[in-house]
């Protein structure tokens, strides 16, 4: 499986930005996959989460209101809308799948996002 996030940039205070995840792949065993992200000097965290069918989603307290998690399974695509965004939200966002059945669990290479005040 391999995960390749874009959407990533600078954006100033209050604005917004649409983070896309293609995964391409052995995906079918994959029962969720989530949004991670690191900022400098801080432990990876994670953003937001999504069932395999979009049925299910959970995000960090931090994020709530202003993140939204989706995804479309006919294009292999998972999406984090962005809105709101604040300095602190600053970070590389990586795209996870953990694959429970394999073992495996994959990660793409990360999009930055720099929010400036």
């Known amino acids: 499986v391999q995960l390749v996030e874009s959407g990533g940039g600078l954006v100033q205070t209050g604005g917004s930005l649409r983070l896309s995840c293609v995964a391409s792949?052995?995906?079918?065993?994959?029962?969720?996959m989530g949004w991670y992200r690191q900022a400098p000097g801080k432990q990876r965290e994670l953003v937001a989460a999504?069932?395999?069918?979009?049925?299910?989603?959970n995000y960090a307290d931090s994020v709530k209101g202003r993140f939204t998690i989706s995804r479309d399974n006919a294009k292999n695509t998972m999406y984090l809308q962005m809105n709101s965004l604040q300095p602190e939200d600053t970070a590389v966002y990586y795209c996870?799948?953990?694959?429970?059945?394999?073992?495996?669990?994959?990660w793409g290479k990360g999009t930055l996002v720099t929010v400036s005040s």
């Open positions: 999504i069932t395999s069918g979009g049925g299910r989603t």
């Open positions: 996870n799948a953990p694959d429970i059945a394999r073992g495996m669990n994959y």
């Open positions: 792949g052995s995906t079918f065993s994959i029962p969720a």
